[in-house]
């Protein structure tokens, strides 16, 4: 939907006026980073042996994601799955577990 | 249930904020934007119900209609075949999702669709309106190609264990009478079927089973298929390495029927074969209500749908989800591509019903492990992601791959991939 036609409809309207309304910004970005819930977590809150993502500092987990993409450091899958992200895409879920408490 | 009571009633406000969630996320029921039925609590449906809820902070109700008490995990349920994990290393309550997430649970069987009314009509008689519906029903086994087994009695005599639950604990018990010196004869369909490589694994338990309590028993591995469909080479290896003798793995063998009686499978071109336990996986297709409701699209088969939310290409207001659908390419029937299929859904619907633009580029992945022995596993990874001009998911090149060799760090891994997708759809 444009944002033409979403402002066009006063209901809807309405709500890109409410505080608490997330933007589609926001469910992008947490669309993406949910994807990474399977073994480390919903929110980056792991339960098991993977590393919790949430909290942790964005430039840190930017830092690893690019190493994995290089192929720098030894892993058995992180490689594999960080070669599948743009940059632009590792920054917003980064900025989103970093803001996680 | 107010909201102070509800607060009351799990212990503390505390755990609240320990576990991340708003308190408006977890009052029961809300639901000023409206009302989402899903049928089926496995893991796509289960995730979706959890995941609407939460970031529509409450203000969409949902209600989940599932008729089993407990979720049962087919991933890892080929441990609890081979006799290394229980049935209650698999099985989670559904409990956190009315708790936690106030989901309202309803332990029934929907029959039937009315998308002219928008409401959902239960088993128990009684019907459910929705604003959106979510049908994640799973697959359903096409009995009606194997005769023999087309009846409930034979249908109890001879297993599938391809929906985990009371199926895995009674071949788990087959295979426990089975006697020393037995053979133990499953079947794999033609695909597309619900998870490529979990034949291939189960051999591999079964027979790990067999190499350490009883070593005269063999597995024989008939596959329809022309070779083995997902991580071939790594399997091969497996069963070359650690299960020489155990298995016998015999492509391009397609059971076309079985009687029961005798315990004896029959193939198109091939001679039958008598075996001491039988466990037939027949052709699959989408759950009853699925096909019912007429979403399945495809052959009568599996349900086509838009990748950006998942509805369905028949019918509005109506999202098919996991192993119903017919997948993007590259897109295996997995417990993982279901669970991001839930988020993906969820993220959709959340937009539509609260005015919002729909994500417009959905990235996930696929992560399948596979125990090869009791502690080593070996794995197939892709990254799939939205492509505008083919208005589907594609496997992003360059990315995925497989395990190199099996090992047991993995193995540590893939447990903690069942611990966190589990508690991802269920806590």
Known sequence: MSLRKLASTAGAALLLLTANAVSAQDLQVKQWASACANCHGTNGKAVGAAPALAGQPAAELIKKMAAYKAGAVPVTIMHQIAKGYTDAQIEAMAAFFAAQK | ?427
């Open chain 2, 1 to 427: 249930m107010k909201r102070r009571q509800f607060i009351n009633s799990i212990g503390a406000g505390a755990g609240l904020t320990a576990l991340g969630l708003s308190a408006g996320c977890a009052t029961v029921g809300g639901g000023s934007k409206g009302k989402v039925v899903v049928i089926g609590g496995g893991f796509s449906g289960a995730t979706a119900a959890k995941y609407i809820r939460m970031w529509s902070e409450g203000a969409i109700a949902v209600t989940l209609v599932e008729p089993n008490p407990m979720f049962v995990s087919c991933p890892i349920s080929n441990l609890v075949l081979g006799g290394v994990k229980q049935m209650a290393d698999i099985t989670t309550s559904y409990d956190n999702l009315k708790g936690r997430h106030g989901i309202q649970m309803v332990r029934d069987t929907v029959v039937a669709v009315d998308t002219a009314k928008r409401t959902v009509t239960l088993a128990g008689g009684s019907t459910l309106p929705y604003d959106r519906l979510i049908v994640s029903p799973g697959i359903d086994f096409m009995y009606d190609k194997i005769p023999g087994l087309n009846n409930a009695d034979a249908q109890s005599k001879v297993m599938h264990a391809w929906k985990a639950g009371a199926q895995t604990a009674t071949l788990r018990k087959q295979l426990e009478a089975m006697p020393d010196g037995g053979v133990f004869a499953m079947s794999v369909p033609l695909g597309p079927y619900r998870c490529p490589p979990g034949p291939y694994e189960r051999a591999c338990q079964i027979a790990g089973y067999f190499k350490r309590e009883k070593p005269r028993s063999k597995v024989v591995l008939f596959d329809a298929n022309k070779d083995v469909v997902s991580k071939g080479k790594l399997f091969k290896k497996a069963w070359a390495d650690h299960y020489s003798g155990y298995i016998d793995y015999r492509p391009n063998h397609k059971v076309i029927d079985v009687d029961v009686q005798t315990k004896t499978l029959k193939f198109d071109f091939n001679d039958d074969m008598k075996a001491n336990v039988l466990n037939v996986i027949p052709e699959m297709r989408a759950g009853t209500i699925a096909r019912t409701a007429g979403l399945a699209t495809l052959d009568n088969r599996w349900c086509e749908v838009d990748f950006l939310t998942f509805e369905s290409k028949a019918q509005k207001n109506v999202h098919v989800l996991g192993d119903s659908i017919q997948g993007a390419p590259g897109m295996p029937k997995s417990g993982h591509m279901a669970n991001q299929h839930g988020k993906t859904c969820a993220a959709a619907v959340v937009a539509m019903m609260t005015g919002q633009e729909v994500p417009s580029s959905p990235v996930y992945a696929n992560t399948c492990y596979s125990f090869v022995t009791a502690d080593e596993v070996v794995h197939v990874a892709s990254v799939h992601s939205y492509d505008v001009e083919k208005k589907t998911m594609l496997a992003v090149k360059g990315a995925g791959g497989l395990t190199p060799e099996a090992n047991k760090l993995e193995g540590v891994y893939a447990m903690n991939w069942a611990q966190n997708i589990w508690s991802d759809m269920l806590a």
